[in-house]
């Protein structure tokens, strides 16, 4: 059972209906791509904590470049990633919680309150991939970039936000090189620092799996301004 949470969708359950703490089941997550074989895979809704998981398309012909990132202020069904054809990926280890749906489908009239509050994240999911694959077709590879890491920071509690070298290239489908370059520029003009390598090894391509740290100032001065869409800072 759960009492409190950093998961803003979650703790307003918590405290709307009380006595849902108890069908709440905390888990732990690994960075890489999203565990398939947890017990009951597709029932479950999850709620991510201190995590982060990206959500990109599964079909080739799209690349693997990630349309939306869920934390802290959100969730997201497995299921759901069927119908929409896409995948995931932990981008930042940690905790989240998960809850078998099928309890809110068999009494929607007690968390119909709760369901609005969730259906508008739905949504604001939704507006986030649709400004995503604008971006991507738009903007450079280092605002991309910036702007990408500045909507990790919101989705995540932390004030500052390192995650691994090698997750975040898996995040986006440019070559390589076109990626270290990008992250060259942002660490040059100091909106990224990159730690020591992890004793994770190497990735496929051989990158180093180090840690980014970032300086929210700076990448703000280096991103375009479809991270401020996203998190709601501007009008879409």
């Known amino acids: ?63 693997d470049a990630t349309m939306a990132v869920v934390g802290h202020r959100g969730f997201w069904f497995p299921d759901m990633l069927t119908g ?23 009494d929607p009239r007690r968390y119909a309150p709760w369901l609005v509050t969730a259906a508008e994240a739905s949504q604001r999911l939704i507006r986030q991939m649709t400004q995503m694959a604008f971006c991507a077709s738009h903007h450079t590879a280092m605002q991309r970039r910036a702007s990408w890491l ?13 995650i691994r070298l090698v997750d975040t290239a898996r995040t986006h489908c440019e070559p390589d ?8 520029v942002l660490e040059a003009h100091l909106g990224i620092w990159r730690g020591a390598d992890l004793p994770t090894g190497l990735d496929h391509n051989g990158m180093p799996a180090s840690l980014l740290t970032l300086d929210t100032t700076q990448l703000n001065e280096l991103a375009c301004t479809c991270h401020c869409r996203i998190n709601g800072q501007a009008s879409a």
């Open 1 to 63: 059972m759960i009492e409190t949470t950093h998961n803003t969708l979650l703790q307003k359950m918590l405290l709307d209906l009380p006595g849902t703490g108890a069908d709440f089941e905390r888990i732990h997550i690994e960075p890489g791509p999203w565990p398939t074989d947890l017990p009951h895979h597709m029932d479950w809704a999850y709620f991510p904590d201190d995590s982060l998981v990206g959500l990109s398309p599964n079909r080739p012909a799209w690349g």
């Open 150 to 162: 500045l909507v990790c920071l919101h989705q995540a509690v932390q004030t500052s936000l390192p």
């Open 84 to 106: 929409a054809q896409l995948q995931a990926q932990v981008l930042r280890g940690g905790h989240m919680h998960r809850m078998d749906w099928s309890i809110v489908r068999r």
């Open 177 to 184: 090189d076109v990626f270290q370059r990008a992250l060259g």
